[in-house]
């Protein structure tokens, strides 16, 4: 399996741009579109509304990974997550809990992603190391 890790830590860094990118996008969009809007000139959801954007980012993260593997920014980049347990297939609570620490991980523009994953021999960041999984090429 070590010859498959070959994936760096930039092509991660540009997929991980592409996904948030589209799903701050999103963000951005719906509540524009759909918010009301507030004192400070800008716009803010209440109610079961709030549910769009988190539903999205779900299906974007986890749900993509599911059903093709991958998500759009890691398909767009040819790389895709793998479990390090047993059959090497991704399951539904490995990608949540890489998605979980998104924000930890792509803090101040994925500096501590790049830090935890410059210092663990896998290239891990801390989502693949509680989910036990690697990124590859696919």
Same mark, same amino acid.
């Given at each position: 399996?070590?010859?498959?890790?070959?994936?760096?830590?930039?092509?991660?860094?540009?997929?991980?741009?592409?996904?948030?990118?589209?799903?701050?996008?999103?963000?951005?969009?719906?509540?524009?579109?759909?918010? !009301?809007?507030?004192?400070?000139?800008?716009?803010?959801?209440?109610?079961?509304?709030?549910?769009?954007?988190?539903?999205?980012?779900?299906?974007?993260?986890?749900?993509? !990974?599911?059903?093709?593997?991958?998500?759009?920014? %890691?398909?767009?980049?040819?790389?895709?997550?793998?479990?390090?347990? !047993?059959?090497?297939?991704?399951?539904?609570?490995?990608?949540?809990?890489?998605?979980?620490?998104?924000?930890?991980?792509?803090?101040?523009?994925?500096?501590?992603?790049?830090?935890?994953?410059? %210092?663990?021999?896998?290239?891990?960041?801390?989502?693949?190391?509680?989910?036990?999984?690697?990124?590859?090429?696919?």
């Amino acid at each position: 399996m070590e010859n498959k890790i070959t994936v760096s830590i930039g092509d991660r860094f540009v997929a991980g741009l592409v996904d948030y990118s589209i799903i701050y996008g999103f963000f951005f969009f719906f509540i524009s579109q759909y918010g !009301e809007p507030n004192s400070e000139g800008g716009y803010y959801i209440t109610g079961l509304p709030v549910l769009v954007p988190i539903i999205f980012w779900g299906f974007f993260t986890i749900g993509l !990974e599911k059903l093709f593997g991958a998500t759009l920014g %890691n398909l767009l980049l040819k790389i895709k997550p793998i479990s390090l347990e !047993e059959n090497n297939k991704i399951t539904f609570t490995q990608s949540l809990k890489r998605h979980l620490l998104d924000p930890i991980d792509m803090f101040l523009f994925g500096f501590i992603g790049i830090i935890v994953m410059k %210092n663990t021999k896998k290239k891990q960041r801390l989502g693949d190391l509680w989910a036990k999984t690697i990124v590859i090429k696919s």
